[in-house]
């Protein structure tokens, strides 16, 4: 199980991973970050938002960004080196929320890859935009 | 347990949390999230990697900065826009993390405050950088 | 807290473990064996699969047979030496499901027994039928 | 994200999954299962016995191969119709296993696909030995 390097990429190559978010991974995403806003986990609290109800936290979006950055594109291997996230739209408990990687640009000789992020729910709408710079795995020979 | 409007923040204001991070923090991270990367899950794999060890997902002390921005400052009823994140240095199983967000500028007329975001270990080797913006609760008066 | 020796089993014996099986059940038996089927953990996926929605993992049923071998027939100090498991129905989130294991037969000299081990839910269906063979703890003296 | 057809697998086709087994991995699934044999919670009991430790759920190796084949080989689609382990040796907390699949037979006309499936820890030491029989997804057109 390795992942790609640079050379087995090009541009407009994509990869994604989906999940339905349940209460369950925002309650233990809020005991693993320390995230505990009441926004999250307060449902009391988050029916007087403007969001009427308590919604996930975005940068758990972000872990399923990492998710396919390090197992899929470029996969095993990559280093990460910087991720913008730009959070859209709210994603609510039981969304089903899709996190997709698209190859952006090479820098073969940086050895830099900067790849499209989103995150789409179950309607198509965009959640999450950004942008992510990764150091793919450097061939062993 | 409310946060505070712009009003009540000055460029400069500060707050972190910090915790030591667990394999257990790492392993629910990674079921949470999908992001099963063997540098993260695997030390058979992870010894033979440049960090010798499994690394802690950088996207989780990404956690520990929301953890700060949605429950200190400006804390509850926050809404986030935006974070930049720049990996510095690994984060191994067993180190204590500080997340620190400080204000650095306030736009009073959109209601967005932008912070600096940093992330450092237990010898106070800065681990992450970057910056949010976020949109603090609107007074209700 | 010890389990029965083989002198202490009788074929026909049995006990069982019962529970309902929720989300939680699911996303943290996903993240424990990495196991992201998108059947188990994907409901805009899973509504258009035979099944129609997310099932539970079916190993997660070989587990619960695992609990009542392990803990009441014949129990602690006992060596799972095999499983077989057919299933034979989908197990949805929400279900009750019974693991149930019955003696079959003893082999003193060996000191082996075989169970047969069923899973059904809250309806009386089967959905998992399969035989244990194992070594009960040897008696101290 | 679709697994493979019969039509596209063939026989000696393989894919692993590997992972390092943790306290953590094994108190979630004797939570998730009810598998609460001291064996594996119970470190004083577990030092008394032939292991001389707490050992890791047999069952969640068979999750571990569950992954390999509802998520790489054949993939998603894939329905479970029967499983064989036979138990090795034990592994520890800490152990990383690799659980692998590969293809030993196809019954084009049932749409049935027949696979070996061995867990191995970090030194090769086979630890579980069984076969799977799945039904691949079925082709579309």
């Given at each position: 199980?390795?992942?790609?390097?640079?050379?087995?990429?090009e541009v407009g190559q994509e990869a994604s991973f989906s999940?339905?978010?349940?209460?369950?991974d925002v309650y233990l995403f809020a005991g693993v970050t320390g995230d505990l806003n009441p926004a999250h986990i307060d449902e009391v609290y988050a029916s007087n938002t403007f969001f009427k109800t308590r919604i996930v936290h975005g940068m758990l979006l972000g872990g399923m960004i990492s998710a396919v950055l390090g197992s899929k594109l470029p996969g095993p291997g990559t280093i990460y080196v910087k991720q913008d996230l730009r959070f859209k739209a709210p994603v609510r408990i039981g969304d089903t929320v899709t996190a997709?990687?698209?190859?952006?640009s090479l820098d073969l000789e940086k050895n830099r890859v900067v790849l499209e992020?989103?995150?789409?729910?179950q309607d198509g709408l965009l959640v999450l935009v950004g942008e992510a710079l990764v150091s793919p795995r450097v061939s062993k020979g």
């Open positions: 199980m390795t992942g790609k390097t640079i050379h087995e990429l999940k339905t978010l349940t209460e369950s997709k990687a698209i190859v952006k992020t989103v995150c789409v729910n």
